[in-house]
């Protein structure tokens, strides 16, 4: 589809329907929609926070944000050697944001942002779209931060899009078209919220809320 073409209403009626975009890469300005027959999802009871990543969380290296830099977690998720974040894309997404409907978790050394995680909110269904890391675990520590944010916020369902190895081993599984269509229905109809619960001021709270809520 061609960017003159796609809007952000289009995007989200698509996400409804259990439909994302993607693009071929950087430089092609066209659009093609993906539709998995298997799909990657987080149940958000299932999230895998081993020993080493533990340690690392209540060590608090990093400060945990949402939206303060929505444009900048999406560069760093396209600043890769191959990416399917094209510039129309990454445009649509900055007007998803601006409506309420895409949101970004930041992890932030210092004054650096260092990883984050972006994805888009319809309902009580989140979508995960990218994530990047600049510091070891990083991208993890930005996925146990967002699934204690959706469980709290009354989420029903992560959506993460395709299976790989490393969202595997922090929990996510695979189940078919069916099934994930089911469960996408019952979460657009329910109600979340991203932006109201806040996040544990600290990794100590996160992992004793995780223990608690388990």
Known sequence: MTADRLTPRVLLNAYAAGIFPMAE?????????????RRGIFPLDGFHISKSLAR?????????C???????VVAGCADRDETW??????ALYRELHAMGHAHS???????????????????????????FSRRTDASKIALAYLVDRLRAGGF?????????????????????????????????????DFT???????????????TQTS
């Not at 890469?25 to 929609?33: A, G, K």
């Not at 690392?56 to 945990?64: G, S």
């Not at 650096?112 to 995960?128: D, K, Q, S, W």
């Not at 081993?169 to 657009?188: C, K, N, V």
């Open 105 to 131: 978790l930041e992890v932030w050394e210092g004054d650096t942002l260092v990883g984050g995680v972006y994805g888009v909110t319809l309902g009580a269904a989140f979508f995960g779209e990218s994530m």
């Open 66 to 72: 949402i939206d303060t830099d929505f444009a900048g």
């Open 56 to 64: 690392h969380i209540r060590r608090d290296p990093f400060m945990t």
């Open 85 to 90: 974040i094209n510039d129309t894309i990454f």
């Open 196 to 210: 109201g619960p806040q996040t544990p001021a600290s990794g100590q709270a996160l992992l004793q809320r995780r």
């Open 25 to 37: 890469s950087r430089e092609d300005p066209e659009v093609f929609w993906v539709r998995p027959r």
């Open 156 to 192: 029903q369902l992560f959506d993460a899009q395709f299976l790989t190895p490393h969202l595997q081993s922090l929990g996510a599984i695979e189940i078919g078209r069916d099934a994930y269509m089911r469960q996408l229905g019952a979460a657009l109809a329910g109600q979340a």
